[in-house]
């Protein structure tokens, strides 16, 4: 049975697309009276997506959940308690990971939406669902820089460039300061505010209004989430390989004058190869983080700039998929790559069948062995 409202006055605009009563088949249908001012009038040309789709993204965020839960539990438990990995640089993973699993509290709410199809809450629904998102996402993205100025400093500088724990604990407040600009402006509706998007059983910040104020808030936004980590990120990197390349050639020419075929095996370099294995895994973070946010960002974009008849409720959900992933995928980046976290795995829970020789073993191993070469 069809439950049709008739609605009178400026609310009622968006909703004549047939007759002058609200199609139960369009997108929003089913949101009550008092909330319809939340939906924009851009989803409202769309069909009601059917059940069987929001089941799937609850089951799909479900997954999501579990893993990351998992993941970024493991990495805040064991760097957080394990005493060769509890460094000034090492805050910064949990950071991230912290960050991470604040993304993961706006999923319970999704999977109790997709059952309801919609939006539940309201506009208090509405907001807490998007303060996660907002301070977890800019959160990360800043933190994503803050790592990438930390590897840059730390294999650079070896001897005088580390950031020590005070330095760290600094950046770490200045990360969550970052993020929160962007998060409580919308919140409070000092400029900008959240609304649902796609499905309608999310909300993100409004991309879609006409006025000034709302493009100026989207392309401020996306300058201090995305273009300003993105440049630092890029910045410190391009200083990382170039640093790293003249360690390599100096290496070389050294060895080619002492004629013999390699110095990498003192203690000094076998430890700066496990600092470069590291800026590898935070390089394949940063390369996830572009995966994750770009597509979002041009989205948003679309919305505030561009033609809006691409964005129908599927390909908005799918960058927003892309986010949660991510941040479901960076602990187990770490998992794979990094040697000290692999070897507290092996220790701590070898039923993951993680094998990994203790880095520092190694680097004690080969001062040893060069050692009596070298008398």
Same mark, same amino acid.
């Given at each position: 049975?069809?439950?049709?409202? @008739?609605?009178?006055?400026?609310?009622?605009?968006?909703?004549?697309?047939? %007759?002058?009563? =609200?199609q139960e088949g369009m997108l929003g249908w089913n949101i009550p009276p008092e909330d319809q001012d939340?939906?924009?009038?851009?989803?409202?040309?769309?069909?009601?997506?059917?059940?069987?789709?929001?089941?799937?993204?609850a089951?799909?965020?479900?997954?999501?959940m579990i893993s990351s839960i998992t993941g970024n539990g493991l990495v805040v438990w064991i760097f957080s308690t394990s005493k060769s990995l509890r460094s000034a640089s090492n805050m910064f993973i949990v950071n991230l990971a912290i960050f991470d699993l604040m993304m993961m509290l706006e999923m319970p709410h999704l999977i109790i939406n997709s059952f309801y199809q919609r939006m539940l809450g309201n506009q208090f629904g509405c907001d807490l669902y998007s303060v996660f998102g907002a301070l977890s996402g800019i959160g990360g993205?800043? @933190?994503?820089?803050?790592?990438?100025?930390?590897?840059?400093?730390?294999? %650079?500088?070896? =001897?005088?460039?580390?950031?020590n724990k005070v330095q760290a604990s600094i950046l770490i407040a200045v990360t969550w300061m970052y993020a929160m600009p962007f998060t409580i402006t919308p919140w409070i509706?000092?400029?900008?505010?959240y609304v649902p998007e796609g499905f309608l059983t999310t909300c993100s910040f409004d991309f879609l209004s006409e006025d000034q104020d709302t493009k100026a808030f989207v392309a401020c936004i996306f300058v201090w989430s995305y273009v300003i980590p993105m440049s630092l990120i890029c910045t410190f990197y391009s200083k990382l390989f170039v640093a790293v390349r003249h360690h390599e050639r100096m290496l070389k020419e050294q060895a080619k004058k002492m004629n013999v075929k390699s110095l990498a095996s003192n203690k000094e370099d076998a430890g700066k190869s496990v600092e470069i294995r590291i800026a590898k895994v935070a390089f394949t973070i940063f390369f996830l983080f572009i995966c994750s946010w770009t597509p979002y960002g041009i989205v948003a974009m679309i919305g505030a700039f561009g033609d809006r008849s691409l964005l129908t409720p599927v390909v908005t959900m799918i960058p927003a998929v892309f986010c949660k992933a991510v941040s479901c995928i960076d602990p187990w980046v770490y998992a794979i790559n990094h040697p000290r976290f692999r070897a507290e795995l092996e220790k701590r829970v070898p039923w993951l069948g993680v094998r990994e020789p203790d880095p520092d073993a190694q680097s004690t191993t080969a001062s040893t062995a060069t050692a009596p070469a070298d008398a």
């Amino acid at each position: 049975m069809a439950h049709n409202l @008739t609605m009178d006055g400026p609310v009622a605009y968006p909703f004549r697309m047939v %007759s002058d009563v =609200i199609q139960e088949g369009m997108l929003g249908w089913n949101i009550p009276p008092e909330d319809q001012d939340l939906v924009h009038e851009h989803w409202r040309q769309f069909p009601a997506v059917d059940k069987f789709s929001h089941y799937l993204l609850a089951l799909i965020y479900f997954i999501l959940m579990i893993s990351s839960i998992t993941g970024n539990g493991l990495v805040v438990w064991i760097f957080s308690t394990s005493k060769s990995l509890r460094s000034a640089s090492n805050m910064f993973i949990v950071n991230l990971a912290i960050f991470d699993l604040m993304m993961m509290l706006e999923m319970p709410h999704l999977i109790i939406n997709s059952f309801y199809q919609r939006m539940l809450g309201n506009q208090f629904g509405c907001d807490l669902y998007s303060v996660f998102g907002a301070l977890s996402g800019i959160g990360g993205s800043i @933190t994503n820089a803050v790592i990438a100025y930390d590897r840059y400093k730390t294999i %650079s500088c070896p =001897i005088d460039g580390r950031i020590n724990k005070v330095q760290a604990s600094i950046l770490i407040a200045v990360t969550w300061m970052y993020a929160m600009p962007f998060t409580i402006t919308p919140w409070i509706r000092l400029w900008g505010r959240y609304v649902p998007e796609g499905f309608l059983t999310t909300c993100s910040f409004d991309f879609l209004s006409e006025d000034q104020d709302t493009k100026a808030f989207v392309a401020c936004i996306f300058v201090w989430s995305y273009v300003i980590p993105m440049s630092l990120i890029c910045t410190f990197y391009s200083k990382l390989f170039v640093a790293v390349r003249h360690h390599e050639r100096m290496l070389k020419e050294q060895a080619k004058k002492m004629n013999v075929k390699s110095l990498a095996s003192n203690k000094e370099d076998a430890g700066k190869s496990v600092e470069i294995r590291i800026a590898k895994v935070a390089f394949t973070i940063f390369f996830l983080f572009i995966c994750s946010w770009t597509p979002y960002g041009i989205v948003a974009m679309i919305g505030a700039f561009g033609d809006r008849s691409l964005l129908t409720p599927v390909v908005t959900m799918i960058p927003a998929v892309f986010c949660k992933a991510v941040s479901c995928i960076d602990p187990w980046v770490y998992a794979i790559n990094h040697p000290r976290f692999r070897a507290e795995l092996e220790k701590r829970v070898p039923w993951l069948g993680v094998r990994e020789p203790d880095p520092d073993a190694q680097s004690t191993t080969a001062s040893t062995a060069t050692a009596p070469a070298d008398a």
